[in-house]
């Protein structure tokens, strides 16, 4: 007699083997399942027939997450002061300053307000900190970010304004930002908001300090497009000398 594996042999109860399609084992084929798992938010049949030690538990890493939907806004509701939060205003300070005309003492907290009515926000000093270019965000929203630029060269003619010119068109924007690795003037590196001309292989950015003329690119020269955030009110990076 032939062996029958893990099958049962039943002369008044025939029943047809199977082999499991993941061990290889013979079964009798009533024994075997389908193995199903999922895909995004339903169980789909895998079509393969295996036994009951064969057969895994769906893999719920393969499962869609069904997000809830928002919660309803609530009626008048009190958010914080972001934009009041964010501003930092120029205030009147010591020694205390005395109306001319009354006499009374102005409050340290009186705003300087220009001839328009605009109030004086204080001005950022010196390069931004806490930036590094190895940790540039990849990704905002559909846009990649940390893409190198192939530059051809990183000149200056001796004030604040570096240029780059590049082997072809970099595709930035006035504004748009980058992050500029391994120059041999340190004072030209960092994050810098840049300017764009019609020229599309040239753009340039502003430095905090002015720099010696001459090329600055070196063979570990790495100029990468960057997203940071900005202080607020702020279309682009500050970069002001002391």
Same mark, same amino acid.
């Given at each position: 007699?032939?062996?029958?594996?893990?099958?049962?042999?039943?002369?008044?109860?025939?029943?047809?083997? $199977?082999?499991?399609?993941?061990?290889? @084992?013979?079964? =009798?084929?009533?024994?075997?399942?389908?193995?199903?798992?999922?895909?995004?938010?339903?169980?789909?049949?895998?079509?393969?027939?295996?036994?009951?030690?064969? =057969?895994? %538990?769906?893999?719920?890493?393969?499962?869609?997450?069904?997000?809830?939907?928002?919660?309803?806004?609530?009626?008048?509701?009190?958010?914080?002061? @972001?934009?009041?939060?964010?501003?930092?205003?120029?205030?009147?300070?010591?020694?205390?300053? %005395?109306?001319?005309?009354?006499?009374?003492?102005?409050?340290?907290? %009186?705003?300087?307000?220009?001839?328009?009515?605009?109030?004086?926000?204080?001005?950022?000093?010196?390069?931004?900190? $806490?930036?590094?270019?190895?940790?540039?965000?990849?990704?905002?929203?559909?846009?990649?970010?940390?893409? *190198?630029?192939?530059?051809?060269? *990183?000149?200056?003619?001796?004030? $604040?304004?570096?240029?780059?010119?590049?082997?072809?068109?970099?595709?930035? *924007?006035?504004?748009?930002?980058?992050?500029?690795?391994?120059?041999?003037?340190?004072?030209?590196?960092?994050?810098?908001?840049?300017?764009?001309?019609?020229?599309?292989?040239? @753009?340039?950015?502003?430095?905090?300090?002015?720099?010696?003329?001459?090329? @600055?690119?070196?063979?570990? %020269?790495?100029?990468?497009?960057?997203?940071?955030?900005?202080?607020?009110?702020?279309?682009?990076?500050?970069?002001?000398?002391?």
């Amino acid at each position: 007699m032939r062996p029958h594996g893990r099958a049962r042999v039943d002369s008044r109860n025939p029943q047809a083997f $199977g082999i499991c399609d993941r061990c290889g @084992f013979l079964y =009798n084929h009533t024994n075997l399942s389908w193995q199903f798992d999922w895909a995004g938010v339903n169980l789909i049949n895998k079509r393969i027939l295996v036994c009951e030690a064969c =057969n895994d %538990t769906p893999q719920e890493q393969l499962r869609a997450i069904v997000l809830p939907a928002d919660p309803t806004p609530i009626i008048n509701a009190r958010v914080d002061l @972001f934009a009041e939060a964010e501003t930092d205003y120029v205030t009147i300070s010591a020694p205390t300053v %005395t109306d001319p005309v009354t006499g009374i003492p102005i409050p340290s907290t %009186t705003y300087i307000v220009s001839e328009d009515g605009v109030n004086y926000n204080t001005q950022p000093t010196g390069v931004p900190v $806490g930036l590094d270019g190895n940790a540039i965000m990849p990704l905002q929203g559909t846009v990649s970010y940390g893409k *190198v630029i192939p530059y051809l060269s *990183v000149t200056s003619v001796g004030n $604040g304004v570096v240029t780059v010119t590049c082997y072809s068109a970099h595709g930035l *924007v006035t504004n748009d930002q980058v992050s500029v690795e391994g120059l041999t003037n340190p004072l030209a590196m960092g994050f810098y908001s840049v300017i764009v001309t019609n020229n599309p292989l040239v @753009f340039s950015y502003i430095t905090s300090s002015r720099v010696k003329s001459g090329s @600055f690119a070196t063979s570990t %020269t790495l100029i990468r497009t960057a997203k940071v955030g900005l202080p607020y009110g702020y279309d682009k990076i500050p970069q002001v000398g002391p």
